[in-house]
């Protein structure tokens, strides 16, 4: 009988398939708790369960206080911009980033910085010195 050409190749490489896939099976099959997984999971269960702490809370809480106070609405000549103030920001701070964002000059960071301290002061939201 006639064999025919690359049969054995076929033949290893199939094997080869079969050994891999049941290799993976037998992988999926183990649930991998060993024994020192299960002393470190009694030894923390001795220890007391702590609550769960889920982060959705913490980050709600987060959100919340980075909302800001009041807004202040600037009218630049044909541009406008808007700003937020928060409680504990820094006037100074507040009014470099504005004047970064719309390229405005010293000169006019002064005017934002007693502006801005204007508004919140009378809005009585409490703002850092910085």
């Known amino acids: 009988a006639k064999v025919v050409r690359g049969f054995e190749e076929q033949k290893a490489r199939i094997r080869a398939a079969t050994q891999e896939r049941e ?3 037998a992988e999926l099959e183990t649930t991998g708790y060993d024994d020192e997984s299960y002393r470190r999971s009694r030894k923390l269960a001795a220890a ?3 609550p769960f702490n889920l982060a959705s809370l913490r980050r709600e809480e987060e959100r919340q206080s980075n909302v800001p106070a009041l807004y ?27 004047a970064k964002v719309y ?4 000169e006019s960071i002064g005017k934002l910085i007693k502006l801005i301290t204007s508004t919140a002061q009378a809005h009585q939201i409490p703002l850092s010195r910085g």
């Not at 390229?103 to 010293?106: K, N, P, W």
């Open 23 to 25: 290799k993976k099976k």
């Open 103 to 106: 390229s405005l000059d010293g």
């Open 72 to 98: 202040l609405d600037i009218n630049m000549g044909k541009r406008k911009g808007r700003l937020g103030i928060t409680k504990g920001d820094s006037p100074r701070v507040l009014a470099e980033r504005f």
């Open 48 to 50: 007391g369960q702590k």
